[in-house]
């Protein structure tokens, strides 16, 4: 099974407009939908596209359980979420240009979680995780869940056996590397400040790191991205296509990826798939949405390099 770790989900709504947002000016919008937010949702509405057994486990409000319910069950996502009374979950509003690409995105903070809470959750890990399962925590954490409360998290995954990734960001990022996880998916500078060094050679970063992380992505944005594996380094091409809204295409490689690792699919195969999802993910104006039949074309369009050694 693979289980997604969700700490801070969102309900997005979504607000199209005509043109750009203008200051002193009516915005008009001209329709609204609503999607799952959070990371690890979306990498979980992955996972179910491809026919992935999957389960979503976080943290989410009485007060709005019904709506994000009804969104989960049009997306095919199994969940098992650890609920806060008297709370809500977050809404993240999400400004979609239909003339222009890119979107503005308005997320609310979220509720503080409980240690009863906490609590539960490392119950439920040690409950359902074995080390045949794959874990991945995605997304930003809500208000007043720590460092400390994560680094729990990470040891308490560890000690299953499991397989751990985790795509986060700042000292989580740190910690999730200090412990060699599994799989991160920094980006360019990230890759560097691991290792304290913003001087660094990009290939060297890479690889120093990779020494301790199984499967280490960086993301090069529209340039594709790097990923290290079993002392291999690999440069990944994307095909280029029209941009619409880049948001959710790191949640669609991340989902995609583990998808083709569940499948144990040869890493070159994987990386196509994933990079392909990512790209017909940027094609589509919403935080979401991707077409396994565009991916399937795209992946064509992906060019893989094994780089050389020589840089160390």
């Known amino acids: 099974m693979i289980y997604t770790i969700t700490l801070n989900p969102a309900i997005d709504q979504l607000l199209f407009v005509k043109e750009d947002v203008q200051k002193r000016k009516t915005n008009r919008i001209v329709k609204t939908s ?177 020494k301790q992380i199984r499967y280490l992505v960086v993301s090069l944005g529209k340039d594709g991205s790097y990923c290290a594996h079993n002392g291999k380094l690999y440069r990944v091409t994307a095909p280029q296509v029209a941009e619409k809204s880049d948001t959710g295409a790191g949640d669609c490689f991340v989902g995609a990826f583990i998808a083709g690792l569940a499948k144990q699919l040869p890493l070159s195969e994987v990386l196509k798939r994933a990079t392909g999802c990512s790209a017909s993910k940027v094609m589509h104006a919403d935080s979401s949405t991707f077409s396994l039949v565009e991916a399937e074309i795209l992946q064509e369009q992906v060019e893989i390099k094994e780089m050389s050694a020589d840089v160390i």
């Open 34 to 210: 609503w999607d799952c937010g959070g990371k690890g949702l979306h990498v979980s509405g992955v996972l179910s596209k491809f026919g992935v057994p999957n389960e979503a486990l976080g943290f989410i409000g009485s007060q709005n359980k019904e709506q994000l319910y009804r969104i989960l069950a049009e997306k095919r996502i199994s969940h098992d979420f650890l609920m806060e009374d008297g709370v809500a979950t977050r809404t993240s509003f999400v400004i979609i240009s239909e003339t222009s690409s890119g979107s503005i995105m308005m997320p609310e903070a979220g509720f503080q979680v409980s240690m009863a809470n906490k609590q539960a959750m490392l119950a439920q890990i040690r409950e359902k995780v074995t080390p045949n399962d794959m874990v991945v925590i995605a997304g930003s954490p809500p208000p007043g869940f720590t460092l400390a409360d994560f680094e729990v998290l990470l040891k308490t995954l560890q000690d299953t056996g499991c397989f751990v990734g985790c795509d986060v960001s700042g000292d989580f990022l740190q910690l999730a590397a200090k412990r060699g996880v599994d799989f991160i998916k920094p980006n360019e500078d990230e890759i560097k400040a691991l290792l304290a060094d913003e001087t660094a050679d990009l290939e060297v970063a890479i690889r120093q790191l990779a």
